[in-house]
């Protein structure tokens, strides 16, 4: 999709560090990490969220999921990681193309803000 960051990234026109890339999803570091270790894995195809992908295509949805929890073995994150999937405004939503946060590397705090 045009004017998308992240379609943006996956087609290599924005750099990124890629750390994982399959078929149809890629992951890549957070320009703006909230822990040690802070990837967002995103589908290669457009989604607006994650409501829209599990719709659309619920075994992407689950590949998407897998490539993360692969992100979290390959990054070391034996002792627990969090994944987060904003959705929406009020979720704290920024990029309207679907993607996974994976964070670790210290303990998360509960609630989250
Ligand atoms: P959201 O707030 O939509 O859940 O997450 C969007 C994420 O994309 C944010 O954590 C933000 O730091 C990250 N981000 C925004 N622009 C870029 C960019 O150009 N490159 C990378 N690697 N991450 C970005
Ligand atoms: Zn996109």
Not at 19 to 26: G, H, N, S, Y
Request: net charge negative; charged share 15%; with cysteine.
């Amino acid at each position: 999709m045009s004017d998308c960051l992240f379609c943006a990234i996956v087609a290599g026109d924005i750099p990124a560090t890629v750390v994982l890339e399959t078929d149809d999803v890629v992951a890549f570091r957070d320009i703006s990490p909230q822990a040690p270790t802070h990837v967002v894995v995103v589908p290669r195809a457009h989604h607006a969220d994650a409501a829209a992908l599990a719709a659309a295509d619920p075994g992407l949805a689950g590949r998407l999921l897998a490539a993360g929890a692969s992100v979290a073995e390959a990054e070391g994150l034996a002792d627990g990681y969090r994944f987060v999937l904003n959705t929406g405004r009020d979720g704290g939503q920024t990029v309207f193309h679907v993607h996974l946060h994976v964070l670790g590397g210290r303990p998360m705090a509960w609630p989250p803000g």
